[in-house]
């Protein structure tokens, strides 16, 4: 099978070019001047598909480097499972996701591990890979690391916050880093300094402030900065690599571009809801509203400048790239639990599927380049997380995953009513229940998803299967020297 994309405007996060993508089976086989001839031959006429993209992008696969797909959380589960919220990252340009097995204190990660790929295999809509997430760092934790890196998986989360869930103790962070700084992983970390937190929480609550505004205030900006430093600190020690997780408060931010200043491998992701979602007008919105925006680190105070402090460091590469944290709730049955008190409300955004349009926003407001829209969103993290060649990229060799983008588009996030007011459908396709970025207007929009050469989505319509997307082995991370 050969398609042919035509007169499209290449975008590679190295720069922008008119050109034509030729796709051979799964593929991109070549990256022609417009009409040119291969061999002698005329391309058009000797493919069996031909899409013409004027005056539209034509853009790496987006990669999602941080989801979390049916993942068992705060009493219940993520809404998506990994056949719902891979098909609904499709719809939105994303081609790969990189999942997280979770670990909770006294599993085996090696049997956590062999769930997630039972949980994943033949039904994913697109190509996913997989981080690890460990809890208690034990003795056969340490040796599982080296055969996960064998097997594709060259990262690991720890968390220094939801103690006796997640929580590793700073003797168990060194642990793992340390193995990391041998076997050469990468130590992802969710920088939030747990016990400043839990007591935060437990006055909040006993003073009668249950509402989830609270949940913002009770995971101030100092117990993210101080984390980050700490997380900074014991890399430096041990000489591990550091991925710090959905970075939101702009103190956070300072620290990780103090030690990249410094020449320390370290690296900052953020996501969509620190780009555009605020304390004041979401988790502050009325009644248990806010409900739908509590997610982990918070949504910062806008007055405060972390919004726009965060678009700046996309922009000077103080943060290298964007991910969702994709881990939704549905407010019926889920995040409802923790009406009268905000602690028992699931933490989770959803938002695989508008990460793409939400950042090409960034673009048509000026806040980044085009060609930046493309790096933060698919060409870093297919380097971060070992990739690159085969994803985040248009040339001969890499993988056919290619998005046709129309920046005369146009989409509308939320969900649409009728004349009466009455609700007719959903304007996504996450299992979710209402949309974070209700009401968002994008000046674009996905036409068309090739992922390994098979158009999945076109003309607004799903065309893949699920058991289309299969498991990618990741190498290591090539920032790292
Ligand atoms: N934060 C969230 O909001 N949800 C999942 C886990 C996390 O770290
Ligand atoms: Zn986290
Ligand atoms: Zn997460």
């Not at 997780?245 to 620190?274: M, W």
């Not at 007008?281 to 739908?292: I, S």
């Amino acid at each position: 099978m050969k398609t042919l994309i035509k007169n499209g405007t290449v975008v590679n996060s190295t720069g922008t070019a008119q050109a034509d993508v030729l796709i051979d089976g799964e593929a991109i086989a070549a990256v022609l001047a417009p009409g040119s001839t291969l061999l002698g031959f005329d391309v058009e006429s000797n493919v069996d598909t031909v899409i013409d993209a004027a005056g539209k992008y034509v853009i790496p696969g987006g990669i999602d480097a941080h989801t979390h797909m049916e993942m068992p959380f705060g009493g219940t589960q993520a809404s998506d499972t990994f056949e719902t919220g891979t098909r609904a990252a499709a719809w939105g340009g994303t081609t790969s996701i990189v999942d997280f097995v979770v670990q909770y204190a006294g599993e085996n990660v090696l049997d956590q591990f062999h769930l997630w790929h039972e949980k994943a295999r033949g039904n994913c809509a697109i190509d996913y890979g997989f981080h690890q997430i460990l809890s208690d760092v034990q003795d056969s934790s340490l040796t599982a690391m080296d055969e996960l890196v064998a097997e594709g998986v060259s990262s690991f989360k720890l968390f220094m916050a939801y103690k006796g869930v997640f929580l590793s103790d700073d003797g168990q962070i060194v642990k793992a880093m340390q193995k990391a700084s041998q076997n050469g992983s990468m130590i992802m970390m969710h920088a939030e300094n747990g016990s400043v937190i839990d007591l935060l929480v437990q006055q909040a609550i006993a003073a009668g402030n249950t509402s989830p505004y609270y949940h913002g205030l009770t995971r101030p900006w100092q117990a993210e900065e101080e984390a980050t430093h700490r997380a900074i600190m014991l890399a430096n020690l041990t000489g591990a690599p550091l991925y710090v997780v959905h970075v939101s408060a702009k103190q956070a931010v300072d620290q990780i571009a103090l030690a990249r200043d410094k020449g320390q491998n370290v690296f900052g992701e953020t996501c969509p809801q620190y780009l555009y979602l605020s304390l004041e007008d979401n988790l502050g919105a009325p009644g248990f509203e806010g409900a739908k925006w509590v997610c982990s680190t918070p949504l910062r105070s806008k007055a405060e400048g972390h919004q726009h402090h965060m678009w700046q460091s996309l922009r000077t590469n103080d943060i290298q790239m964007v991910s969702t944290d994709h881990c939704p709730f549905c407010m019926k049955g889920q995040k409802d639990m923790g009406i009268g008190d905000f602690s028992k409300i699931p933490n989770g955004i959803g938002g695989v599927e508008h990460r793409m349009d939400l950042l090409y926003q960034g673009v048509v407001d000026g806040n980044i380049s085009l060609e930046r829209w493309v790096e933060v969103t698919s060409t870093t993290p297919a380097r971060m997380f070992g990739m690159y060649g085969r994803k985040g990229v248009i040339q001969p060799g890499a993988d056919g995953d290619v998005v046709i983008y129309d920046p005369n588009g146009h989409t509308s996030i939320g969900l649409p009513v009728d004349d009466d007011g009455v609700q007719t459908g959903r304007s996504h396709h996450m299992n979710m229940d209402y949309s974070a970025y209700e009401g968002y207007e994008i000046d674009g929009h996905v036409d068309t998803v090739l992922s390994r050469g098979k158009v999945i989505i076109d003309n607004n319509q799903y065309l893949g299967a699920k058991g289309d997307g299969k498991y990618v082995k990741r190498g290591l991370s090539q920032y790292l020297i």
